[in-house]
């Protein structure tokens, strides 16, 4: 192991998917034609005000309640100026001096525990146009569609210790802001948008060493890469005794390599002022209280529950919990008396494919809900075996009116519940693996891998004349055929 930890810490920034734009009511759509989403204070023409839209502001505090964010009831809009021809004004209207939430949390499961991010702040602020380079030789064009979209940025605590924490860090996050519906969060679009900061330190020591800002990662394998490259760097030019400067980098995909942008000596003095054209913000208790009620229960909640009370597998859990499909789904499920660990199952060995490859909503599945619901308490009640629900299903997908009760009365699905009936086919099946039985009844210890291997064989076969016996039945009857005791 080396004799350095890396630390990390991440400052992001997510596009909020309101109607409007942050002061202005140009649309914030996304869309390929350029400088269509624009109006006079797009342009940053003199004389035109800003005027603050509700809708960001909810989304905003929305995200900040759902990390448990202190929400500061003044908060300030600052201007951080520089001179860009992708930013008309001179400057970004941002929160510098009071940011409107800081201090939070975000849980999120990371190798079996739960990890806890330590939230600094969050401020909202106007995202800048966009300068492009690369269409003409010569030439440079600029397009306003982005000047102006409403941006939360959110910086964590430097408190991660590798590229993995960081990256599912921010999977988990951009799921969150998906599942509040509060930003598309697609990193490759740039609505999710990621600044790292790494340092490293001796193992034991306790003081931070000096940071490198990483800015602009577009996709998990460019974070991941960035960060594995600035620590292997960093290591370097320490251990052949120079010191790491304070700078900013940019990453080369290409050479999966960071380089230097600018260093701290040239760092840009962005003159930081309050905005004399825009009255703090004030987040009334009432205004805050509201939007506290409307918050779904949170993934995380979600996860916790289903693994410490419904002895759901994390890798499960993880699934259904942080995609908002899933949880609609669940939850009527699990209101309408489905068990949380029999719904589970279901999402995701039935239901997941079909979500997955058709991109669909829980709320258009092609079928009606009710049904999937009957099925799955038939299911649990156990009137009809696993196999049946599958092939009920599939039937379901071609035919939605397909009617389950009338389906499992006429085709006889209901769950052999006489014993007899489950003894005798246990009977033939016995009669016709002879070899098998003679394996089993001549292993003293009948706990042994190979014995119930073949108790399960011929569980199978019992299950294999018959679409509607319990599997547990089966197995049941096989051993007491066979006088082994159950467990
Ligand atoms: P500043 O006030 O200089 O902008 P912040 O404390 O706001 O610095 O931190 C900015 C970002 O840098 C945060 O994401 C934080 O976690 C991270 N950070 C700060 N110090 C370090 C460090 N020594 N190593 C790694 N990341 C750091
Ligand atoms: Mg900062």
């Given at each position: 192991m080396s004799e350095f930890e890396p630390v990390i810490g991440l400052e992001i920034h997510l596009q909020l998917n309101s109607r409007a734009k942050l002061f202005c009511r140009a649309e914030n759509r996304f869309t390929?034609?350029?400088?269509?989403?624009?109006d006079f204070y797009t342009f940053g023409l003199p004389g035109v005000l800003p005027v603050l839209n509700r809708e960001p502001v909810e989304k905003a505090v929305t995200l900040a309640l759902a990390l448990a964010c202190q929400i500061n009831e003044i908060s300030t809009f600052d201007r951080k100026h520089y001179f860009y021809p992708d930013l008309p004004k001179g400057y970004q209207i941002t929160q510098f001096y009071r940011p409107f939430a800081v201090l939070g949390v975000f849980s999120f499961p990371l190798n079996g525990r739960i990890k806890q991010v330590p939230i600094k702040s969050i401020q909202l602020e106007e995202d800048a146009g966009k300068s492009i380079h690369d269409k003409y030789l010569n030439k440079s064009l600029v397009d306003?569609?982005?000047?102006?979209i409403p941006l939360v940025e959110v910086v964590t605590d430097p408190c991660f210790k590798s590229s993995e924490e960081a990256a599912e860090f921010v999977k988990f996050f951009r799921n969150l802001a998906k599942y509040l519906n509060i930003s598309e969060a697609n990193l490759e679009q740039g609505s999710l948008r990621c600044d790292v900061n790494v340092s490293i330190r001796p193992r034991d020591s306790l003081v931070l060493g000096t940071r490198v800002e990483i800015k602009n990662l577009n996709s998990f394998k460019f974070l991941t890469q960035a960060i594995n490259y600035e620590i292997a760097r960093q290591i370097k030019e320490v251990r052949e005794g120079r010191d790491v400067l304070r700078e900013t980098r940019g990453f080369n995909p290409e050479t999966g390599t960071t380089y230097s942008l600018r260093r701290k000596e040239e760092l840009s003095d962005y003159r930081y002022m309050p905005d004399p054209d825009l009255p703090p913000l004030r987040l009334s208790s009432a205004f805050v209280d509201g939007l506290r009620e409307k918050l779904p229960i949170l993934p995380t909640q979600t996860f916790l529950n289903l693994t410490q009370n419904w002895a759901v597998s994390p890798d499960d859990a993880i699934i259904v919990s942080y995609d908002r499909r899933y949880t609609t789904l669940l939850n009527h499920l699990i209101s309408r008396g489905v068990a949380p660990k029999v719904a589970v199952n279901f999402l995701v060995n039935d239901i997941q494919g079909l979500i997955k490859e058709r991109g669909l909503e829980s709320s258009d599945l092609p079928f009606p809900v009710e049904k999937l619901t009957n099925l799955l308490l038939h299911y649990q009640n156990n009137k009809i075996s696993s196999r049946s629900v599958k092939n009920l299903l599939e039937r379901l997908l071609r035919d939605p009116t397909l009617d389950i009760e009338h389906t499992i009365s006429s085709e006889n699905l209901l769950i052999a519940s006489s014993e007899e009936k489950v003894h005798s086919i246990v009977d033939e099946v016995l009669k016709s693996f002879p070899d098998v039985v003679k394996e089993i009844l001549s292993e003293e210890d009948k706990t042994k891998t190979h014995v119930k291997k073949k108790i399960g064989f011929l569980t199978g076969q019992v299950l294999a004349k018959s679409s509607n016996i319990d599997p547990k039945i089966a197995r049941k009857s096989v051993e007491m055929k066979l006088g082994i005791k159950s467990e």
């Open positions: 390929d034609q350029p400088n269509v989403n624009v306003l569609n982005r000047a102006g």
